[in-house]
């Protein structure tokens, strides 16, 4: 697989994680916000590992989208644009995926969705103009 492929495959996971999310907030009752947030985060961690495959790095294996961030502002500085949703979502690869942890609120979700979806957004713009 080259590394455009592999790319795509990574962005479709991150779609397919964002779509579950939003699916999960518009018709479940109740709604199970800490999965939800779980995706958001997922769907953002899978983009950014995207951008890193794209520009032929071998993405670390970690859930800490702050680290993830910095490694691709590495290859672009316009990565400091989605400082503020990174440090947003990292909390949320793990501590949603057990009980007992902090509770989530309805306005949390929605940051989490917006943010998800930047991000996913932000990287597609980046690996869909190839660099020189």
Same mark, same amino acid.
């Given at each position: 697989?080259?590394? /455009?492929?592999? $790319?795509?495959?990574?962005?479709?996971?991150?779609?397919?994680? +964002?779509? $579950?999310?939003? @699916?999960?907030?518009?018709?479940?009752?109740?709604?199970?916000?800490? !999965? !939800? #947030?779980? @995706?958001?985060?997922?769907?953002?961690?899978?983009?950014?590992?995207?951008? +890193?495959?794209?520009? #032929? !790095?071998?993405?670390? &294996?970690? @859930?800490? +989208?702050?680290?993830?961030?910095?490694?691709?502002?590495? *290859?672009?500085?316009?990565?400091?644009?989605?400082?503020?949703?990174?440090? &947003? +979502? $990292?909390?949320?690869?793990?501590?949603? &995926?057990?009980?007992?942890?902090?509770? !989530? $609120?309805?306005?949390?979700? /929605?940051?989490?969705?917006?943010?998800?979806?930047?991000?996913?957004?932000?990287?597609?713009?980046? /690996? *869909? @103009?190839?660099?020189?």
């Amino acid at each position: 697989m080259d590394r /455009v492929e592999e $790319t795509n495959e990574w962005l479709k996971f991150s779609d397919m994680d +964002l779509m $579950t999310a939003k @699916h999960l907030w518009e018709t479940m009752q109740p709604q199970p916000l800490e !999965i !939800i #947030c779980y @995706h958001c985060q997922q769907a953002a961690e899978k983009a950014l590992k995207a951008f +890193l495959v794209y520009n #032929c !790095i071998t993405p670390p &294996r970690t @859930h800490d +989208l702050n680290d993830l961030r910095n490694i691709c502002r590495n *290859n672009d500085d316009n990565f400091d644009e989605i400082i503020v949703s990174c440090m &947003r +979502l $990292t909390d949320y690869s793990v501590q949603p &995926r057990y009980p007992m942890g902090d509770e !989530i $609120t309805d306005g949390d979700t /929605v940051l989490a969705l917006q943010d998800g979806e930047k991000i996913n957004e932000f990287v597609k713009s980046k /690996v *869909n @103009h190839p660099r020189p």
